[in-house]
């Protein structure tokens, strides 16, 4: 594994293994126990997006591992004045050891890892979010013992974090529903490759349908980096796309909720099943700083 771009890109062997090395690095953070396999090294982490936790959590597990990271910002870069990709990717391959990159298109990131010569990884793409499911998959797994055989579903708008989601459950053996309104369904690419894996991926327009025995129930903002020009149309659309007492009900008793976070309560989920479900929740953000730090691990190490 070169980069981490998507997890359409990964097998399912290279998850299950990134998976072991975040729970053991997480050991070794609750122990206190020193773990500088990235002495030295430096991650440039560009954002042409907002961020809170993938800031954080790329920074802090950088530090953690005895290594540096450096924010670089479009705003105040000549990236934002338009010098191409390119020689970005040229000029930060000679200082660098790693790259982190969120950006609006995947193309950007794909070229990024082309031109360089230093691994790339994905912090969030109009396309996806690999990195944020890496997590999702780390506490789904902490909270049920198995990923293998168990039902995800998604509800809401077919964006980044559905993409992801399709790509990460169905690879490492879940059953994934979706449901979506008609014209905010996942990308195509997603759909053809969900299409290998038959009955295990079922695609809807009626969340009760998709929330049938699940045991994990996922959503995300309805309104995304990038979108905010369409709130309006957009909270008509997904109106009755929230996970909320009556979806939980359809989902098996012991159903965990994840939320990428930040969440807006009473839209896509109801202030009550989000309280319900905190503790998994915000473990779900805590296990983005040792899902990614095992990427490091694996690219920079
Ligand atoms: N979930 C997530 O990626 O959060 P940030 O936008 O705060 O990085
Ligand atoms: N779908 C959201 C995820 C934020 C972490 C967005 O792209 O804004």
Redesign the pocket.
Known sequence: MKHFLKLLDCTKEEIIELLDLADQLKQYVKEGKEHHFLKGKTLGMIFEK??????VSFETGMYQLGGHALFISSKDSQIGRGEPTQDTARVLSRMLDGIMIRTFEQKEVEMLAEYGTIPVING?TDFC?PC?VMADLQTIREHKGKLEGLKLCYIGDGNNMANSLIAGGLKVGMEVSIATPENYRPAAEVLEFAKGYGAKFFLTDRPMEAAKGADVVVTDAWTSMGQEEEKKQRETAFAGYQVNRELMAAAKPDAMVLH???AYREQEITNEVFEQHANEIFDEAENRLHAQKAVLVKLLG
Not at 50 to 55: A, V
């Open positions: 907002s961020s809170t936790r993938t800031r969030l979010h944020q990428c976070l930040p």
